[in-house]
């Protein structure tokens, strides 16, 4: 029930393209969705997050999209550019707890 | 506002030494996290301090221990290395602990264990 499932665990796009990373829990009590982004040799960075009381929240060419009924959130990176090459970890916590539950990780490459 | 500075960067050691990782928070935050990161496990949550304070640790054994200084600047100690140790440790830091306050995560230590 504390598990965050993330899929794929890689994935290809072309230049232009759309991303798509998707994530899946089975905990109602989860109140809180970030997305981290990793690039090689840095630390994640918090890169959006989105509350269930919002369906979907956008920023530039990133959208979180949350579906509560089915208990899915995903990730799109619309435009997908080569500088988008990174490892994404999507991440759930329990209201008013103190740690994330994580994903497994996407590694995503854009080819150009 | 410097980043979260882990030091240091690479480290080689042998099995059985013991080695300690440090981790300089962001100024003004509180609390601290550890990670450890391998290529098959993702992000595995080692633990959390807050004012000095272990507040959530995860599931790893004994061998792994921190504390955290009253101006926030953490160590991590590793006794007993095994070679299943080899990893990327990385810490983060965030103004209160909280799950939906920002991580800032370090660029993390290299551990290689021969």
């Known amino acids: 029930q504390q598990q965050v499932k993330q899929s794929p665990q890689s994935l290809i796009v072309q230049k232009g393209g759309i991303s798509i990373i998707n994530c899946a829990y089975e905990n109602t009590a989860f109140d809180y969705f970030p997305w981290y982004q990793q690039f090689p040799g840095k630390g994640p960075a918090l890169l959006i997050a989105i509350r269930p009381d919002v369906s979907e929240k956008k920023e530039g060419r990133f959208t979180i999209s949350f579906n509560k009924s089915a208990k899915q959130f995903s990730l799109h990176i619309m435009d997908s550019q080569p500088g988008d090459s990174a490892t994404y970890f999507c991440?759930?916590?329990?209201?008013?707890?103190?740690?994330?539950?994580w994903g497994a990780g996407t590694k995503l490459i854009i080819k150009p | 506002k410097a980043g979260v500075t882990q030091t240091p960067r690479y480290l080689i050691k042998t099995r059985g030494q013991q080695v300690t990782l440090s981790c300089s928070p962001i100024s003004g935050h509180r609390s601290v996290s550890w990670y450890q990161q391998t290529p098959g496990q993702g992000l595995q949550f080692l633990f959390e301090y807050f004012s000095e304070t272990q507040r959530n640790k995860g599931n790893f054994p004994g061998r792994f221990s921190g504390r955290q200084f009253s101006n926030s600047r953490s160590e991590m100690n590793v006794s007993t290395l095994e070679l299943g140790d080899s990893a990327l440790y990385l810490c983060a830091s965030s103004l209160d602990g909280r799950g939906n306050s920002p991580l800032h995560f370090g660029n993390g230590t290299r551990l290689t264990v021969t």
């Open positions: 991440a759930a916590v329990l209201g008013g707890n103190y740690q994330l539950i």
